[in-house]
């Protein structure tokens, strides 16, 4: 139980292009997902918290407006990359939690690659 | 957020061998949990502690914590090369209640040799 899927695996893109990721909690329900990013041989880092049918929270130092987040299900979060950069590629990552408690279930990641 | 630090940041052993990994952390907490992550996949879940516990122990795996020097370890007995992995700890801070963002240590490479 709690698999957590995630879709794309891998984006090549163009500079300027916008993309969404997929973040779907598959065989439970996920008031609360949580979206992180790790560049090449670094850890992860919180890029904020997605919360069903309200607006997400975002860490110090992320563009709320770059990183555009909707959960409007209780078992789908959306990552949407606005005019994305070559600075932006990266390894994003989701994860989520069965009734609001550790641990969290990840996806398998997100590789964006901005050209 | 901060994060912690975990050393050694790789490690290589022969199969068979024991595979000790450790882990500090700045802030108060409510968990710690260790997490592996295969080259270019996702975290798989590998054992949470609570504050309130010392020690706990999951099929090979073993893993302690001293919130006194807000430190954990992670150890693996038996290494298979199956086990060839990053390893993170990852902690939560205490706050209301529900769930909350994880911050992760940077982690440590473990090569088994076969």
């Known amino acids: 139980g709690a698999v957590v899927s995630q879709h794309p695996s891998r984006v090549i893109c163009k500079s300027g292009t916008s993309v969404k990721i997929e973040c779907r909690s598959l065989?439970?329900?996920?008031?609360?997902m949580f979206w992180y990013r790790q560049f090449p041989k670094q850890s992860l880092m919180l890029m904020a918290t997605?919360?069903?049918?309200?607006?997400?929270?975002?860490e110090q130092g992320v563009e709320k407006d770059k990183f555009l987040i909707n959960h409007a299900s209780l078992t789908l979060s959306t990552l949407t990359v606005t005019s994305a950069h070559p600075e932006d590629s990266s390894f994003y990552i989701c994860?989520?939690?069965?009734?609001?408690?550790?641990?969290?279930?990840f996806g398998d990641g997100t590789r964006l690659s901005i050209l | 957020s901060q994060q912690g630090e975990e050393d050694p940041q790789a490690l290589s052993i022969q199969e068979g061998e024991n595979a000790t990994m450790n882990c500090s952390y700045k802030?108060?907490?409510?968990?710690l949990q260790w997490y592996r992550q295969n080259s270019g996949r996702g975290l798989v879940h590998l054992i949470l502690?609570?504050?309130?516990?010392r020690e706990k122990h999951s099929g090979r795996l073993r893993v302690t914590l001293d919130t006194s020097k807000k430190s954990s370890s992670l150890l693996i007995t038996a290494s298979r090369a199956a086990d060839t992995a990053s390893y993170f700890c990852?902690?939560?801070?205490?706050?209301?209640?529900?769930?909350?963002?994880?911050?992760f240590g940077k982690g440590t490479h473990l090569i088994i040799q076969p």
């Open positions: 065989d439970f329900q996920a008031t609360t």
């Open positions: 802030t108060s907490i409510n968990n």
């Open positions: 502690i609570r504050s309130n516990e």
């Open positions: 990852a902690t939560d801070a205490i706050s209301g209640g529900g769930a909350d963002g994880l911050t």
């Open positions: 994860s989520a939690t069965q009734g609001g408690r550790q641990p969290q279930h």
């Open positions: 997605s919360n069903e049918g309200s607006k997400a929270t975002y």
